[in-house]
């Protein structure tokens, strides 16, 4: 099947032919995207992700009739500008302000020592309960699920272990707990 016929009955919406298409390039683009990313933020940026957001974006841009697309180099071009570009963004994001994965702390003697010193410290009863108070009111303004996720990580269940026992994948877990970080940054809460 020629490349101008495949792109008409994906302006047409048939899955079969978007399916062909993202066979047809998926293994192309992932290299691309990964390639961007650096090893630090790679916890962060899934290439994948990138690659499903290319597609999402190609195909409703394409239904609306905002692509004019010849050939198959016409395709491949476009295809990789998009990913290039939504790798660039994701990585720039990422990189921004609190986000940057520069600044987090390493593991250093100093820093663990540091660490050490804290942890030794016992906290009086009146942070504990100051403490506990906090949690209660800022675990009450999450929703249920966010609020079960956080709870098991407190318990001490690893996102792996989390993810198994809801019966999703790690990933999205580290991603609510991320999510979770942001708000308590914001919020001025303690974690």
Do not use: W
């Not at 957001?53 to 841009?61: D, E, I, L, M």
């Not at 098991?152 to 970080?181: H, P």
Request: hydrophobic share 35%; proline share 3%.
């Amino acid at each position: 099947m020629s490349t101008d016929d495949l792109i008409q009955r994906c302006r047409r919406g048939d899955q079969e032919a978007a399916k062909q298409l993202v066979d047809a390039y998926v293994e192309r683009l992932l290299p691309l995207a990964r390639r961007r990313i650096s090893q630090r933020l790679a916890s962060r940026v899934d290439a994948e992700d990138i690659v499903q957001s290319v597609f999402r974006t190609f195909f409703a841009r394409l239904k609306d009739d905002k692509f004019e697309i010849h050939d198959q180099d016409d395709l491949s071009r476009l295809l990789v500008r998009i990913t290039v570009h939504k790798t660039l963004r994701q990585i720039a994001h990422h990189k921004a302000a609190k986000r940057d994965p520069n600044q987090e702390t390493g593991h250093s003697d100093t820093s663990h020592e540091q660490l050490l010193q804290i942890l030794a410290h016992e906290p009086t009863p009146e942070h504990t309960v100051s403490f506990l108070d906090q949690l209660e009111y800022f675990m009450q303004q999450l929703p249920e699920n966010d609020r079960r996720i956080l709870a098991l990580r407190l318990e001490g269940y690893s996102t792996d272990e989390i993810a198994q026992q809801l019966g999703t994948y790690d990933r999205k877990i580290r991603r609510v707990l991320e999510r979770i970080r942001d708000l308590a940054e914001r919020d001025g809460f303690p974690f």
